[in-house]
Structure formats: structure tokens, C-alpha cells
């Protein structure tokens, strides 16, 4: 007997040193509002700065310093788990006791439940503040770069610009000049006409300074619910600026419906426009004839969007091919606006910050696609 | 045939204003929206100038500059371009461009190139003119001057008496309005140009 206690004590001791050593805290708790805990262990106060006996009274529960605008999100995650009996992982914030919010990471499951049918749940939370910190850093540092390189994007495209711009505004200065005439003579009639055209004009020059202005903003580096066809539609208007001088057409293939998706617009339009300026410098510089056209497309698969860039060039040759998302590769060498060769290495890391993959692959006899992927919004984890 | 001045430019509102403009000016227009279009409606009786747009799908300027060239077209060419390069003016010139003008075109500075080019077109038909009311015993005596050949030495060429050729020299001085043999050269160089053009 006695010596049956001592194990039981060896493995409590045993146990008890575990969960000293825990890089976080174990706990047992019902599934109640603000989740009243039975059993916290030692890492409690580390964490939220309040003792295990405080919680384990509940002079004060856990639902009470999780972060207010959490604490709903929480509950209705882990009561979907609870409900089906499933393991739960969740990410949230707390307000500790002193000091700033924390975020954790908490993982539990259902082990029992009370004859009422209130599930008893045991789990183990521990700090993730500081890999938070890392991932907004990095995620910080990608948008600066992204926007350092949209930047250096307009840049090349300057020459387009500059052209799509001297249209409207030679056309301008003609129709302005001539209504003066036209004034003078008192030829009615015709300046209403011409009046109504410098309109024409002055929106059709507008219109360009809207389409570029999207890639000089900083993003807000957040994810909006966005609508697919507006986002590709408009990365195509402004694709288009350079499709013109290079006389090459971009032709969008678009289904009838899209579901939204949940992006960084800017940051993917920039992706899309670098995989379409590649590919057009591809195909200028395998000599493709005028009004070749290349295609952007987007389809719905598994419940991801993906959204395809197949140009008609030389394709990717092999020696490039493990390089080809590496800082400052370039096989267009031989192009002026070649630029820093920095456009696909930040494309997959904007792709891969969403959950997707950038794909290339070949095509025969001749061309190269890019594909990625994107989540639907409202679909899988939120 | 009345001096026209003919717009080639794939942007419909550039050629629309242009032609506004220089019509306001009582100049006649004719639109043409690529150079494959005016070069099939080219012919050798068209006067006046031409104004063109350098990057054009299908034949660019510096193409319908060249095919010009090749079919005898001597009408002034004044080129226009949203993004023009200093290498880009300087091809233009040296194969004979009137000018080089750079969008959004200043309006009085496209009138007087405009008016220029005519003024250029007109003596070039003048010239033509001259050229072509030489018979053809003068033409052959003119062409044999130019090479800077002795009237001595033509006479014998042409088994001709000498004092035939000092009348047909003198003929073609007076119809060339030329007072000197370097002047005669000049004339008979301008003249002929346009003449082979054709």
C-alpha cells in the first residue's frame, strides 16, 4: 500500500516537473462561458501572469482576459470542435495581468463530458507573441520590398506610359487651340462638337494616371474580400498600356462567375502584372508576330481560384529553371527593361504569404505557363 | 493637284485633332489610320506633305519612310511621337525626315513645319516642272555637263557639231534657271531626283 503511494507520488512528481518544464500551460476546463478551468498547471503564471490557484478557484475564469475582440471567434471554434468531438487548434490574444496583450496558440480536445452533456476539455496554450512579431516583420519587410518593386515597375514602363499619356494630351492641345478658332468665327455648331471630344479626351487621360496609380500605393497589407474578375480585369487594363507598344493583345478568359477570394489586391494584381510583362518581353524577344495574343485566365478547382499566364515565347530554358525564382536571375538580358530580376523571387513569397504555390512549367512547341493559387474566401480556416 | 497634307497615325483622336487644326488653317486633310493604308493609296500626283505617327502597328513610320523612299514618293515626311529617343530623331533626319516632332505636338510649331513642308513640295514640282520641259537632246547634253564634261568632248560623245551643244547648254541653263555650271549642277540634281523618282 505504502509503497503503491510512492509510485503514485514518484509519477504525480514525475508529472508535476513535466508541466514545470512546459513551454506553456496544460489545463483541464469545461466547456462554459469563459471556460471555467478545474486543473491549470505551473506555466499559468508565466503566461497571464495570474496564479494557478486563481484560476483553478475561478476567482477568475480564462474567457476573462482573453482579448475582447477574440473571445466570440474562440468560442465559436472550439464549441464547433466540441460539437463534433474533433481536436481543436486555435490563435488568439490575451490580456495579461500586467504588461502588453500576448498572442497564444492553444490546442485541445474533448476528454469527457458531465452528465449534462458539458463537455470537459484538456489542452495545452502556449506564447506565440514573438513568432507574431517575426511573421508581421517579415510580412512588413515583403510589402516594403513588394512596393519598392511596383515602384520600379512604373518605372520600366514609363516609355508606355509616356505614350498612353501624349495621345490624349496632343489630341488636347489640337481640339483646345482649334475651339479657340472656332470661337472666333462663331462656328457654333462644330465647337460643341469639339468640346465634347477635349471631354473625351481629358477622361481617356485620366484614365491612365487611374490605372497606374494602384501600383504606386503602399498596401494596407491587409486581406480584403475581393472580387476576382474586377481585380484581373483591372490588372489587364493596365497590362495592356505596354501589350500596346509591343503591339501584343492580352486576351482575359474568364468564367461567368467567380467566388471571391481573400487577397492583398495590390500585391497579387502585382504578381499577375509581372507574370505579364515577362511574358511579353518572352515573346518579343522570340520575335513573336504582331497581335500575338497572351492569355490570363482564371478557373475555380478545389476549391481554390487559380489564375493562369501563358505567353507564346521561347519558354524557360533549362539552366534557368532552378534559378528561376532566385534574386537577380534574369534571362532577359538581352531586354533594356530588364530590370533587378527580383520580380518572381517577391511574386512566389506574395503567393506563398496567401497559402499558394507558384507554378511554371513549359509548354510545346513553344511558350511558358505560370499558375497560382489562391484560398476562397470563407472557406477552410479563417 | 491641290497640297494636301496627309496624317497617318493609329490613334483616331490624334488624327482627328490634327486635321481639325490644320483645316481651321484652311489646309486641305486626308486621314489614313496605318501607313499600309496610305501606301496603297499613294500616288506620284499627290502634293503637299505627309505626317506621321513612328510607332504604328503593321509598318511603322521608319518602314513607310523607307517604302516611300523606294516607290519615288518626294513628298516632305514630318514625323510625330509619344516617346520619341534623341538615336530615334537622328535615324529620322539622316534618311531625310523634314522633322521630328515629339507629342503633345506644340500647335504653331506643327503650322510651321506644315507650311514649310509645302513651301519644299511646291519647289520640288517646280523643279520637276523645268526639268521636264528640257527635250530629250537637252537632257542628254545637261546630263553629260553635270559629269563635267569638255563641249569638245560631248559634241564628239554625241557626234553632234560644238556649236550645237553651246545652243542646247545654253537652252538648259536658261530653262533651269541656272547662271553658272554649278548652278546648273544644283538644278539638275534637285530636278532629275524627282524626275527618276517618278
Known amino acids: ?382 | 493637284m491641290n497640297q494636301q497634307v496627309f496624317i497617318v497615325d493609329d490613334d483616331c483622336a490624334v488624327r482627328d485633332s490634327i486635321s481639325l487644326w490644320l483645316s481651321c488653317h484652311d489646309y486641305q486633310t486626308a486621314c489614313f489610320e496605318d501607313a499600309v493604308q496610305f501606301s496603297q493609296q499613294f500616288n506620284v500626283d499627290m502634293r503637299g506633305c505627309i505626317i506621321a505617327d513612328i510607332r504604328m502597328p503593321g509598318m511603322d513610320g521608319f518602314e513607310l519612310q523607307a517604302h516611300l523612299h523606294n516607290i519615288g514618293c518626294q513628298l516632305p515626311l514630318i514625323f510625330i511621337t509619344g516617346h520619341g529617343t534623341v538615336p530615334m530623331a537622328v535615324e529620322a533626319m539622316r534618311k531625310g525626315a523634314l522633322d521630328y516632332l515629339r507629342k503633345p505636338v506644340d500647335e504653331q510649331q506643327l503650322l510651321h513645319k506644315v507650311a514649310e513642308a509645302f513651301a519644299l513640295d511646291q519647289a520640288h514640282a517646280m523643279e520637276t516642272q523645268k526639268f521636264a520641259s528640257l527635250t530629250r537632246r537637252e537632257r542628254q547634253v545637261a546630263e553629260l555637263v553635270v559629269e563635267g564634261l569638255a563641249n569638245k568632248v560631248i559634241a564628239a560623245d554625241l557626234n553632234i557639231s560644238e556649236r550645237t551643244v553651246e545652243v542646247h547648254r545654253s537652252n538648259v541653263m536658261r530653262k533651269l534657271e541656272a547662271k553658272t555650271v554649278a548652278g546648273l549642277v544644283k538644278a539638275y540634281l534637285l530636278s532629275s531626283h524627282a524626275e527618276h523618282g517618278n
Not at chain 1, 469527457?112 to 507574431?132: P, Q
Not at chain 1, 533594356?336 to 504555390?357: D, F, P, Q, V, W
Request: with cysteine.
Open chain 1, 1 to 382: 500500500m505504502t509503497q503503491l503511494t510512492d509510485t503514485h507520488n514518484n509519477a504525480d512528481d514525475g508529472l508535476q516537473t513535466l508541466f514545470k518544464n512546459l513551454p506553456g500551460m496544460a489545463y483541464r476546463c469545461l466547456n462554459l462561458p469563459h471556460w471555467p478551468m478545474s486543473f491549470v498547471s505551473e506555466g499559468c503564471e508565466t503566461l497571464c501572469g495570474y496564479q494557478s490557484q486563481e484560476l483553478e478557484s475561478q476567482s477568475i475564469l480564462w474567457g476573462d482576459f482573453t482579448h475582447r475582440h477574440d473571445v466570440a471567434e474562440v468560442d465559436r471554434q472550439v464549441r464547433a470542435a466540441a460539437d463534433l468531438g474533433q481536436p481543436f487548434e486555435v490563435e488568439y490574444r490575451i490580456v495579461p495581468r500586467t504588461g502588453p496583450h500576448k498572442w497564444v496558440w492553444e490546442r485541445g480536445r474533448v476528454v469527457d463530458r458531465l452528465k449534462d452533456g458539458t463537455a470537459v476539455i484538456e489542452g495545452f496554450i502556449t506564447d506565440i507573441t514573438s513568432l507574431r512579431h517575426a511573421e508581421r516583420l517579415v510580412g512588413e519587410q515583403r510589402e516594403q520590398l513588394a512596393h519598392v518593386e511596383r515602384l520600379n515597375t512604373l518605372g520600366e514602363m514609363t516609355a508606355a506610359i509616356a505614350h498612353e499619356l501624349n495621345q490624349p494630351l496632343t489630341a488636347i492641345a489640337m481640339y483646345s487651340t482649334s475651339a479657340k478658332l472656332l470661337a472666333q468665327q462663331g462656328q457654333t455648331d462644330q465647337l460643341i462638337v469639339v468640346m465634347d471630344k477635349l471631354a473625351q479626351q481629358s477622361y481617356r487621360a485620366g484614365a491612365v494616371i487611374e490605372r497606374m496609380q494602384t501600383m504606386s500605393y503602399q498596401s494596407s497589407h491587409q486581406q480584403d474580400h475581393v472580387n476576382p474578375t474586377d481585380l484581373l480585369r483591372e490588372i489587364k487594363d493596365l497590362a495592356e498600356i505596354e501589350a500596346q507598344i509591343r503591339h501584343f493583345t492580352i486576351d482575359l478568359q474568364l468564367p461567368q462567375y467567380l467566388p471571391l477570394i481573400s487577397c492583398d489586391a495590390i500585391q497579387i494584381q502585382q504578381v499577375i502584372l509581372n507574370l505579364l510583362r515577362n511574358g511579353m518581353q518572352a515573346m518579343q524577344t522570340s520575335a513573336c508576330a504582331e497581335g500575338s495574343a497572351i492569355i490570363l485566365s482564371a478557373q475555380v478547382r478545389e476549391d481554390q481560384l487559380w489564375i493562369k499566364v501563358t505567353d507564346q515565347g521561347t519558354g524557360i530554358e533549362e539552366a534557368m529553371a532552378d534559378k528561376l525564382f532566385l534574386a537577380f536571375a534574369s534571362n532577359k538580358h538581352t531586354d533594356k527593361a530588364a530590370g533587378m530580376g527580383l520580380g518572381l523571387t517577391i511574386g512566389k513569397a506574395i503567393i506563398e504569404a496567401h497559402g499558394g504555390r507558384l507554378n511554371y512549367r513549359n509548354l510545346s512547341p513553344q511558350g511558358a505557363e505560370f499558375s497560382f493559387n489562391l484560398g476562397i474566401a470563407g472557406q477552410g480556416s479563417t
